[in-house]
T-cell receptor, first 110, second 112 residues
Framework: GEDVEQSLFLSVREGDSSVINCTYT??????LYWYKQEPGAGLQLLTY?????DMKQDQRLTVLLNKKDKHLSLRIADTQTGDSAIYFC??????????FGTGTRLQVFP | DVKVTQSSRYLVKRTGEKVFLECVQD?????MFWYRQDPGLGLRLIYF???????EKGDIPEGYSVSREKKERFSLILESASTNQTSMYLC???????????FGPGTRLTVL
């Protein structure tokens, strides 16, 4: 099946690191994505990783990919209140489709 | 920057009404998509379109239809709205052959 799984909630203190995890099922996915959705808004592409990479770093964001376990994670360093949002991972098992996870709601408290 | 706009941010309709949700993109993208977002279910693909006048069913097309008469505009139609179609509807577009999709702000539809 094409199920992408995420935990529903994560709560962290401001300044700490956040790690959002995702497991996917289709090893043929070429790219894996992280999208952010702020309250009342659409989805914004945060970052992506090509399937032949293990890690990608972009400022405070680090994406780790374990293809063997089909596990993707997003680490946000020095988490801020503005990072509070829903984070979706997505895979591309076919060139015309994105399969989204259920989303993880990140809450950052002072 | 890619801009994807949706005609309404909030919409309230009655059961049985015909509902049109409009989406416009300004980057000459070939592909356009309609998703619905529900808590705990993530985003589910309703319909997508590769090009003008072309459409393909997604994972949950029942109760919906679409129209793509012009490249920049993709409409989602609820022929007879029902309460189980209360949801957030998100439109996206993508350059043909690329993977990255760009999303609109969403339309929150409530069907009473």
């Amino acid at each position: 099946g094409e199920d992408v799984e995420q935990s529903l909630f994560l709560s962290v203190r401001e300044g700490d690191s956040s790690v959002i995890n995702c497991t996917y099922t289709d090893s043929s996915s070429t790219y894996l994505y992280w999208y952010k959705q702020e309250p009342g808004a659409g989805l914004q592409l945060l970052t992506y990783i090509f399937s032949n990479m293990d890690m990608k770093q972009d400022q405070r964001l680090t994406v780790l990919l374990n293809k063997k376990d089909k596990h993707l994670s997003l680490r946000i360093a020095d988490t801020q209140t503005g990072d509070s949002a829903i984070y979706f991972c997505a895979e591309t098992p076919a060139t015309d489709k994105l399969i989204f996870g259920t989303g993880t709601r990140l809450q950052v408290f002072p | 920057d890619v801009k994807v706009t949706q005609s309404s941010r909030y919409l309230v309709k009655r059961t049985g009404e015909k509902v049109f949700l409009e989406c416009v993109q300004d980057m000459d993208h070939e592909n356009m998509f309609w998703y619905r977002q529900d808590p705990g279910l993530g985003l589910r693909l309703i319909y997508f379109s590769y090009d003008v006048k072309m459409k393909e069913k997604g994972d949950i097309p029942e109760g919906y239809s679409v129209s793509r008469e012009k490249k920049e505009r993709f409409s989602l139609i609820l022929e007879s709205a029902s309460t189980n179609q209360t949801s957030m509807y998100l439109c996206a577009s993508r350059q043909g052959g690329a993977d990255t999709q760009y999303f609109g702000p969403g339309t929150r539809l409530t069907v009473l």
